[in-house]
């Protein structure tokens, strides 16, 4: 027992003396009535006292949130031990609350979708995340089963199931068609957290990564069938071959060899573009256009071969600032292609100028067979043709406006197509202002040459 309660139960003792020695005294030297009378008052005055406190505690204990009644003599001591224990207890929840907020604020900023099950798999809590992602009104919603708002069958199956060792891979019906990765974490008393991330790109990427190792096996299994038939063919000698079909099936898997080395060739420059870190190289690299004009120009009339007239617009002669290697690349898949997609007799055009708002553009123009509007948004995916048959005839991989796109964009330029079916198409490329530099004066010489031959 504390020191100060002994004291207060000392008092007590000590006021019941003090009564019991005046009622000895007046019984003494006066009436003992008086006597009889001092002591009913004293322990009235006692047990009213008494009495009114515990009336205090009641009407306390009924309504706590009041605050504790004061007490005199044992009461007080009573009265300050509850004072205290109410102190704590509110100190308690005001930890315990602070807590539940720190929680809260931490799964509200959490990027993940976060949703607190019962025993039940109702709604006890979630983030709003996860109110995005399944559609939750979390006033409304709280205490609903998870079910009714995340309708799926094989969601349903999952919870049932009660194996999370694996997360289940939820694709949404509404919006985007969002895919989820949801996963159940069983916890507490039969309680569960439901995790769910938004995995719709990688799944895209997964999807993409798919269709690219299917198309790239597709385009090799063609000439490899008819390199391998011929092989075979040759090797078990029942076929005996004169010269010049021996010379014919040479150049024939001469030709698939060569589709091959170009598929791979087109294959390694991509990967190459998309292993580079950063954008391409900066101001510190200037691209001698007129010279790269005069290459192009070479070329295609060496790919052309007559077949097409090839022209070069070039009033003034400015260079570039960024990789040679890849601009090269990508202007010379521009003007392959509008070679290859043109009739014989046809004219194919280059052109570099200055727009006026001080943009560069090289464009290749040409009268060849045009592309329908419908296919102009897909034809820098890897593997989009709008013609089969006429890509592979014409030595295409299908590969050359993917490469186009990822140089260009390298080079923070963009890719203007203009095309109309029968009557030819214009590829230009635009690169930013900034990129564009006076050039030398012997690239200005070289350009003059390369216009007027
Ligand atoms: P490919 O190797 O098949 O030419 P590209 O990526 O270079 O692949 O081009 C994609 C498709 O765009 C081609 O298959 C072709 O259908 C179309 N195309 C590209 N350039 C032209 C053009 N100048 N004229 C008509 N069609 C073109």
Redesign the pocket.
């Known amino acids: 027992m504390n020191p100060n309660s002994t004291y207060v139960w000392l008092r007590t003792i000590v006021a019941l003396v003090v009564i019991a020695a005046l009622a000895l005294l007046l019984q003494a030297f006066f009436d003992p009535e008086w006597a009889l009378g001092l002591v009913c008052v004293g322990i009235i005055a006692i047990l009213t006292h008494h009495l009114s406190s515990i009336s205090g505690l009641l009407r306390w204990l009924r309504d706590p949130s009041k605050s504790v009644p004061d007490g005199r003599g044992v009461w007080e001591e009573v009265f300050s031990g509850l004072y205290r224990l109410v102190r704590a207890n509110q100190r308690q929840q005001e930890a315990l609350s602070a807590e539940v907020a720190r929680f809260r604020m931490a799964g509200t900023a959490m990027p993940d979708g976060v949703v607190i099950l019962d025993a039940e798999n109702h709604i006890d809590w979630c983030n709003p995340m996860a109110e995005r992602f399944f559609d939750i009104d979390t006033a409304k919603d709280a205490g609903q089963s998870i079910m009714n708002l995340v309708r799926a069958p094989e969601f349903a199956l999952y919870l049932e199931r009660g194996n999370f060792a694996e997360p289940l891979l939820l694709r949404l019906m509404r919006g985007e068609g969002l895919v989820l990765s949801m996963r159940i974490i069983p916890y507490g008393k039969d309680q569960k957290l439901l995790l769910s991330r938004d995995v719709t790109q990688t799944e895209k990427v997964e999807v993409m990564r798919r269709d690219f190792v299917a198309n790239v096996s597709h385009e090799l299994k063609t000439p490899l069938t008819v390199v391998s038939g011929f092989l075979e063919t040759m090797s078990d000698g029942v076929v005996t071959m004169d010269k010049a079909r021996t010379a014919r099936v040479m150049g024939m898997m001469q030709d698939q060899t060569d589709r091959m080395l170009r598929l791979v060739n087109d294959l390694l420059t991509l990967s190459a573009l998309e292993s580079s870190p950063g954008p391409a190289p900066g101001n510190e690299h200037q691209v001698a256009m007129a010279a790269l004009l005069s290459r192009l120009m070479d070329e295609g009339r060496a790919l052309a071969a007559g077949r097409q007239q090839i022209e070069l617009d070039c009033p003034e002669t400015f260079d570039v600032t960024g990789s040679e290697k890849e601009l090269y690349s990508a202007f010379g898949?521009?003007v392959?292609?509008?070679i290859?997609?043109?009739q014989e007799g046809g004219t194919v055009r280059l052109s570099w100028r200055r727009r006026p708002s001080g943009e560069g553009e090289f464009a290749?123009a040409?009268d060849?067979?045009?592309?329908d509007s419908q296919?102009i948004a897909r034809?820098?995916e890897r593997f989009?043709?709008?013609?089969?048959s006429?890509?592979?005839d014409?030595?295409?991989?299908?590969?050359?406006?993917?490469?186009?796109k990822h140089v260009l964009s390298r080079h923070q330029a963009t890719l203007d197509i203009q095309?109309t079916p029968g009557q030819?198409?214009r590829?230009a490329a635009i690169l930013p202002a900034r990129r564009i530099v006076v050039a030398a004066p012997s690239d200005q010489a070289l350009a003059e040459k390369a216009t007027r031959s």
């Open positions: 898949n521009l392959s292609n509008a290859r997609y043109s290749v040409d060849g067979i045009g592309i296919h034809l820098t989009y043709r709008v013609d089969h006429r890509s592979r014409s030595g295409g991989t299908g590969l050359g406006l993917a490469i186009v095309s030819g198409s590829f």
